[in-house]
């Protein structure tokens, strides 16, 4: 995930130093007087207001989260008063937008909060924390958005809690923020965390600090030596892009928030990042919880400097559509597994099962067979979390931009390592130095140009139209077998029907067969080409016989399937909101690959091989 932009906010640094005499922050006072209750009060005050209308609003979008979330509904009791406390005539004009026609030159809006879900994008309050993400918990007004921003967070010493954040601290319980855009990229957790620091040198002989800050039920101990991973995926990532950015205040800090009850999510920011795990504790599951980490850090260049216009400046108001996820998303995701990797956190055979999931997905899913990852990055506005409450059809016509895009970079990656004598960091490297590092978003054609320059236009354009903008694919089993990983099919020469489980996309709600009915409820819709799919099998049908046997759930029907052969046919009984039916599956051999070494397959690496496959995957840390 992933969020805000530079320019404006350099702009608005600048103007902000002028004109700080001039033009008063505006003010918000946040309070926690019910959070058992998961209540916060919020007064914000906004003076050197124009004689015009003033319109407030709520949030429908929040910076690095794609598809829009309703975070109006979640207020009540919002007044407007001046600053004698008389009230003002606000007008709710639509769902989440407010209007004062008439007002004094200083305006009070107050209203209550309730938030209880711990996520990146949302906000949580309850006596153990309060978790900030400020598009989910401020009103804004429309038209001020450059203004400079203070916040006091009270009640700190009720609950035992301290502060958190990017935000500069600039007395009390006050931080300040020199406009919308940047508070809204600055999530805050005020809770009673632990936490562990260490410098880095940077390239530049700067040093930059990073911040582990976690809010769990972990000893000192503990965060202290996860800090030290942590500090290892850090380095690992730094050398991909040859140094860390310049971050602003001389701080990085990871916000991590680790309890089941929490909905797990990671949201990169500017100069932090809001990791929310659903572990019990830290402790005993680091390596997971560091693949997030690996992530979202990656995204401190990629998405939060090297910036797609797209995204610039995030719109608050409605989704924002981007043509580029698959390179801000997906390369990401490929360079967060690279660093484990790397960082000696995962061995190779792990890192083969990463390799399977990504190619599986871009050569076996209906999605990637129909449309480019253009257009899977703009389906975000929908998948990214969107909330609806209809099914959609993303099996058979979506994947995941995470997914395309990573497994893209997988094929980059090695075609520079073995036609050109590059790698993709070399790319990463020469992307920041050209747009990152100096601020400037970017369009496709700017990735394309940086790779031509690096490699050669022709290269580049026919990469560009055949793998960006169409929906060509690379030959993976070359590219693999030059680190000596081969792929292959992952159940050759056995029967397969289609996928019947829980993993294929939609969940059907209007089925019939929940609790004690017989057979086999079709929960998801059936992949486009399975043989369960031609054979007219759909979610919510219910199958009941198979090859005459009663089915009553899923491993009574994989049985069956199981002591057939490809091209057997199996009768079938089902049925669903139109009456009984039966219908004949032909199997087929599943189409499903796996990447495996060479030395699991019996077979001995050449030199050359050896030397590939260390020089992608071993540490770049000099
Ligand atoms: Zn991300």
């Not at 924002?320 to 597994?337: I, K, P, R, V």
Request: one cysteine or more.
């Amino acid at each position: 995930m992933k969020k805000l932009f530079l320019i404006l906010v350099a702009t608005v640094f600048a103007v902000g130093s002028l004109a700080q005499s001039a033009v008063k922050p505006i003010f918000y006072a946040i309070s926690f007087p019910n959070a058992a209750h998961h209540e916060a009060e919020i007064v914000m005050t906004l003076s050197q207001t124009p004689a015009s209308a003033l319109v407030f609003r709520m949030s429908r979008s929040s910076a690095g989260r794609y598809a829009t979330h309703e975070f109006g509904k979640n207020i009540y009791n919002v007044k407007a008063t001046d600053v004698d406390g008389n009230a003002l005539d606000l007008k709710q004009i639509e769902g989440d937008v407010y209007e004062l026609t008439e007002h004094p030159e200083t305006v009070k809006i107050s209203y209550t909060l309730f938030a209880d879900w711990t996520d990146g994008t949302y906000a949580c309050i309850d006596p153990s924390h309060a978790h900030l993400n400020f598009p989910a918990v401020f009103i804004w007004t429309v038209g001020q958005e450059s203004r400079p921003i203070k916040v006091e967070f009270d009640d700190l010493d009720t609950y035992g809690w301290k502060v958190a954040t990017q935000l500069p601290h600039v007395g009390d319980n006050i931080y300040s923020a020199p406009n919308l855009q940047y508070l809204f990229d600055s999530p805050t957790e005020l809770s009673n965390f632990k936490e562990t620091s260490w410098p880095v040198v940077n390239t530049d002989g700067k040093t930059e600090k990073i911040n582990l800050v976690a809010h769990s039920d972990d000893s000192q101990e503990t965060i202290d030596n996860f800090g030290k991973m942590v500090q290892k995926v850090v380095l690992e990532e730094k050398a991909v892009y040859g140094e860390l950015p310049s971050y602003d205040y001389g701080e990085y800090t990871f916000l991590d928030d680790v309890y089941p009850t929490n909905s797990g999510d990671g949201m990169e920011h500017r100069n932090s990042t809001c990791i929310v795990e659903t572990d019990k504790q830290i402790a005993g599951n680091e390596i997971w919880e560091l693949s997030t980490f690996a992530h979202e850090y990656f995204h401190s260049w990629n998405v939060k400097r090297i910036r797609p216009k797209s995204l610039e400046p995030f719109d608050f108001t409605h989704a924002n559509m981007s043509n580029e996820l698959w390179f801000a998303e997906g390369f990401t995701q490929y360079y967060g597994e690279l660093a484990l990797e790397r960082a000696g956190f995962h061995s190779v055979d792990d890192y083969t099962h990463t390799l399977s999931g990504l190619i599986n997905s871009i050569l076996t899913s209906p999605g990637a067979a129909k449309f480019p990852e253009t257009q899977a990055s703009r389906y975000a506005v929908y998948a990214d979390n969107g909330v609806s409450i209809d099914p959609v059809n993303t099996t058979n016509m979506y994947l995941t931009y995470y997914y395309y895009g990573g497994a893209t970079a997988v094929a980059l990656d090695l075609r520079l390592r073995s036609e050109f004598n590059l790698t993709l960091d070399d790319y990463m490297k020469a992307v920041w130095l050209a747009l990152g590092k100096v601020q400037k978003p970017y369009t496709i054609p700017d990735l394309q140009k940086i790779l031509g320059k690096l490699t050669n236009p022709k290269f580049a354009n026919d990469f560009f139209a055949r793998y960006i903008y169409g929906i060509e694919k690379n030959n993976y089993t070359a590219l693999l077998d030059k680190a000596g990983l081969i792929l292959r099919k992952r159940a050759p020469g056995k029967a397969w029907a289609g996928s019947i489980g829980y993993n294929s996309g939609r969940m059907h709600s209007g089925n019939a067969n929940i609790g004690d009915t017989p057979g086999l409820a079709l929960q998801m819709s059936t992949l486009a080409g399975s043989p369960i799919y031609k054979a007219g099998l759909d979610a919510g049908d219910i199958i009941m016989k198979a090859d005459g046997k009663d089915i009553t759930d899923a491993k009574s029907f994989n049985d069956v399937v199981a002591s057939k052969n490809i091209g057997d046919k199996i009768v079938v009984d089902y049925k669903n909101r139109t009456g009984n039916h039966q219908t004949t599956i032909t199997l087929e051999e599943s189409p499903y690959v796996e990447v495996v070494t060479y030395e699991k397959a019996g077979k001995s690496l050449s030199a050359d091989q050896q030397t590939f496959r260390a020089n992608w995957l071993s540490s770049k840390i000099k």
